[in-house]
């Protein structure tokens, strides 16, 4: 593993079905983030992480949930999932400074039918 | 509310100079990122403003200036490889990342 490793690559999911995104980095970074990519729209902060055992809500929170049980891993679930979560799903960590920039995973395309 | 724009889509000729605006309105500042994104394929980290004034990176270079809350990328000696979108980002008071829509670069031959 090199960097940020999301699972699956893509997904073709019935609404009503539950689905975990999965998210791993090896860079022993602390802070991480869930983002939705959708056309026209920037990306759209769902749950971060600013340490191991604490979560917190973004700009689009609902229908999604995490937890960041340690530094690797910061899963991404959809309860019961709908077509409106349909999107390009990329999930980044942060290092230490204000000047790192995020490091970014190659993203999970997520179709809701 | 929060705002960052920038051009949906611009269009240069290989070999040439391209200068990409942003504009941001948000509560609170602490830097302003770059990321470069190519079809399909996740953001890339280019640059980073948090004081006013020019930083260059090769054939890169990103502007800031905080009073007039805008930014430029300028892009020289394009290439073909540097068709992709320019997303801008700020971050806000709250430490949070704030992003544009991103800007679609086509480079003709």
Known sequence: ?113 | GQNIDQPTEMTATEGAIVQINCTYQTSGFNGLFWYQQHAGEAPTFLSYNVLDGLEEKGRFSSFLSRSKGYSYLLLKELQMKDSASYLCAVKDSNYQLIWGAGTKLIIKP
């Open chain 1, 1 to 113: 593993i090199a960097g940020i490793t999301q699972a699956p690559t893509s997904q073709i999911l019935a609404a009503g079905r539950r689905m975990t995104l999965r998210c791993t980095q090896d860079m022993r970074h602390n802070a991480m983030y869930w983002y939705r990519q959708d056309l026209g729209l920037g990306l759209r902060l769902i749950h971060y992480s600013n340490t191991a055992g604490t979560t917190g809500k973004g700009e689009v929170p609902d229908g999604y949930s995490v937890s960041r049980a340690n530094t690797d891993d910061f899963p991404l679930t959809l309860a019961s999932a709908v077509p409106s979560q349909t999107s390009v799903y990329f999930c980044a960590s942060r290092g230490q400074g204000d000047g790192n920039g995020y490091t970014f995973g190659s993203g999970t395309r997520l179709t809701v039918v």
